[in-house]
């Protein structure tokens, strides 16, 4: 084995550096001694040369697994690149036909070939491990290793079944690294990897060029997205979606707006991926709009911004995704977009998944909440979490140090939640022991007998919004821990315990508020609403609907009229630009709208607003006709929501959405076919004499009907009486 060997002199001769950085020589002479190595460095850090540069020193084959074929390609291209002979990095997986698996196997057996990636799918596969069988290995380098566990952000059931492969195929030294892992995804690695006596090497996970930012996520999110796109020229960015269809819809946007874009996702042809990672690599175009199917192992130094239209599943894939900026140590801003109800949607996701799976997500889901209402040092946050102290109060790259809050005294809410937690005998989660020092007798609660505790209800007078940030800053202040291990129960550390006896100043910044105003199906809601506008364009809708003898909300919504008064459409074309205005709504109804709005504009000179037009292209409009010819055909609406990929709230969202703007659907024979006659006629009678199709007020009013059947039946009535 060659230990001695000049690793400074083989860097340069492979890969034409002079230096190493941070821990790669030791993790690189580790992995030559033959030992079992544990590599956590963070995205950028330069963790493949950490398994490329001994492959090509030692002799067989080093065998890579690796999640994605995108990012195989793009390594094997970049060593094949770097030497003078053919095959010596190949790749192999479901991408390749019988041609090309033979010529790699040759190789292999030729001993060309010191570098094979492989998915985990195709490690498994049974001729693969007797082909396997007959080579040497170098040793096994498992990257994103954080896959193998079920806390991952990323986790993929095929990596539990590496080490058994590894088994089968032959032992030799394994690395394993990831680019983001809590202290129980560490654990759950190694475990899983049998790999527990492993030399580890954990690299700092702060990057101080990057610039960290959550923005309430507002109607106009496309505008801004837009807007400071524009503000930033040809440089090189990622906006991440979690959704392929909001992928397309903003990709086409940022087109139609003169920005060199492209959609990025896994449900796009291999081909089409291909095209476009080249397209960005080489600078053909500036911004890929994608799911977290792109940028791993993405080797592109000068992303200067990474956008999360929605918030992340968690921080580590937060962490891992921003980690994508600035990789070159300039520039790299990291702007998320907020919205709690977001957090509500990526919930019900998890429903009908197995109970621990739900489990967890929650608790991934909870500290992504945490770090986004938070208003303490964002990079102090962050590295908390992955178990890493940051000495500073203010970082001077994120939203929260640049325009930080006041701080308030909280020592006394700090000894009612402490004493709480000592009370339940360190058993409970951030919830319950809200709920206990707020005095709410939960049922969990009662069920425990903690209501007849002396301190029940120590803090029912102190505002709900503090006992969040006080958890927070106090397991971040190191006087509480949060049990991973445990679902997440609150523990006393020594340091609590000491507070507790003798309590010193403990001052917070209270959370940020996220006002939930954000539109799914997006409006522009920019400018000021117009008061007096409004006021008059409620009373001719009343008008209109007492001549057609309608509810008023069956003419135009609330959000309509609110957007005509700040937007000021004067036209029946511009009025399509109005959420909730389709061509035939307007046409039937919008000329006295649009003939107000004018006259009020005239009368008080009022300038109509020229800013920044974003230009959106006909959005969903196919996607639409497919749902639209499915009901025209009588198709199960549960069917139809299989086949477009949707769950069934957000089938009806899409249909509101198409009703609404003045389509007539006709859905009764799903609503004959699941509801009963008489509850269809109540909930029709309701909305045709109620003055608001609210769903809250809908729901009180009507009491023993499901959200489901509320909406179906709004749906019926919208179709027949204002369509």
């Known amino acids: 084995m060659p230990i001695d060997v000049n690793l400074t002199q083989q860097l340069k001769q492979h890969f034409g550096f002079d230096t190493f950085k941070g821990d790669q020589e030791a993790i690189i002479r580790n992995v030559l001694e033959g030992n079992d190595t544990f590599v956590l460095m963070p995205t950028g850090g330069g963790k493949s040369l ?180 524009k503000q930033n020229p040809g440089k090189s960015g990622i906006v991440y979606c979690l959704s392929r269809k909001k992928v397309e819809e903003l990709a086409a946007d940022l087109c139609a707006n003169d920005i060199k874009a492209a959609a990025y996702h896994a449900g796009l042809e291999s081909t089409k991926r291909s095209e476009t990672q080249d397209d960005f690599l080489m600078e053909r175009i500036d911004v890929i ?235 522009d809601g920019a400018g000021a609403l117009d008061q007096e506008l409004y006021a008059m364009l409620r009373d001719l809708r009343k008008q209109v609907a007492r001549q057609l003898k309608v509810p008023p909300y069956v003419i135009f919504q609330d959000i309509s009229l609110e957007q005509m008064a700040t937007m000021y459409p004067v036209t029946i074309q511009e009025l399509q630009n109005i959420q909730g205005v389709g061509a035939g709504k307007a046409k039937r109804y919008g000329q006295p709208f649009c003939e107000l709005i004018s006259k009020h504009c005239q009368e008080n000179e009022i300038e109509r607003p020229e800013e920044l037009r974003v230009r959106t292209v006909a959005k969903k409009s196919l996607f639409k006709v497919k749902i639209i010819q499915s009901i025209d055909r009588k198709i199960d609406l549960e069917e139809i929501a299989k086949a477009q990929g949707l769950d069934f709230d957000e089938l009806l969202t899409e249909i509101e959405s198409i009703v609404y703007s003045g389509i007539k659907l006709n859905i009764d024979y799903y609503i004959e076919d699941v509801m009963d006659e008489d509850k269809v006629d109540d909930i029709y009678d309701y909305f045709y004499e109620s003055e608001t199709d609210d769903l809250d007020t809908a729901m009180q009013e009507l009491g023993d009907c499901t959200e489901e059947e509320v909406r179906l039946v709004r749906l019926k009535f919208f179709s027949e009486m204002a369509n």
């Open 289 to 523: 709009v994608a799911t977290i199917a792109f940028g791993m192992g993405i080797d592109k130094p000068d992303v200067r911004f990474v956008i999360h239209y929605d918030i992340p599943k968690s921080l580590e894939g937060y962490y891992q995704e921003t980690g994508r900026a600035g990789r070159d140590g300039g520039e790299g801003k990291c702007i998320t977009f907020y919205s709690y109800k977001d957090l509500q949607k990526l919930e019900k996701f998890m429903e009908g998944k197995p109970v621990a799976e739900q489990d967890i997500g929650r608790q991934l889901l909870q500290e992504t909440a945490a770090y986004a209402e938070s208003s303490v040092c964002r990079r102090k946050m962050l590295l908390h979490y992955f178990g890493e102290e940051y000495p500073k109060d203010n970082c001077g790259n994120c939203d929260n140090c640049l325009h930080p809050k006041n701080k308030i005294e909280a020592k006394d809410e700090l000894i009612i939640v402490l004493s709480a937690v000592a009370a339940v005998k360190e058993n409970f989660r951030a919830e319950y022991i809200i709920d206990f020092v707020k005095g709410r007798a939960t049922d969990d609660i009662v069920s425990h007998k903690h209501d007849q505790l002396e301190e029940f209800g120590a803090g029912e007078n102190v505002n709900d919004k503090l006992w969040n940030p006080v958890i927070r800053q106090a397991i971040i202040a190191g006087y509480l821990r949060k049990d991973v291990e445990n679902y997440g129960l609150l523990k006393l550390t020594a340091a609590g315990k000491r507070f507790l006896k003798k309590p010193v100043s403990f001052m917070i910044v209270e959370d940020t508020e996220f006002k939930d105003d954000y539109v799914e199906e997006g409006g």
């Open 50 to 229: 950490c398994y490329q540069l001994p492959s090509l020193i030692m002799e067989g084959t080093a065998i890579v697994i690796s999640p994605l074929i995108a990012l195989m390609k793009n390594q094997v291209d970049v060593i094949n690149g770097m030497s003078e002979e053919e095959g010596v990095a190949h790749y192999l997986n479901s991408s390749l036909n019988k041609a090309a698996i033979d010529q790699v196997k040759n190789d292999i057996l030729a001993g060309k070939t010191k570098l094979l990636y492989v998915a985990p799918e195709s490690l498994n596969k049974d001729d693969n491990v007797e082909f396997l069988k007959t080579v040497k290995i170098s040793f096994y380098a498992i990257d994103e290793a954080h896959c193998i566990s079920e806390w991952g952000h990323d986790f993929r059931p095929e990596y539990r079944n590496i080490r058994p492969t590894i088994q089968r195929i032959g032992n030799a030294p394994v690395i394993a690294l990831t680019a983001t892992a809590t202290d129980k995804v560490r654990t759950d690695i190694k475990k899983n990897l049998g790999i527990v006596d492993a030399k580890e090497f954990n690299s700092s996970f702060n990057r101080p060029n990057l610039y960290y930012e959550v923005r309430p996520k507002t109607n106009d999110i496309n505008k801004q997205i837009i807007r400071f796109i």
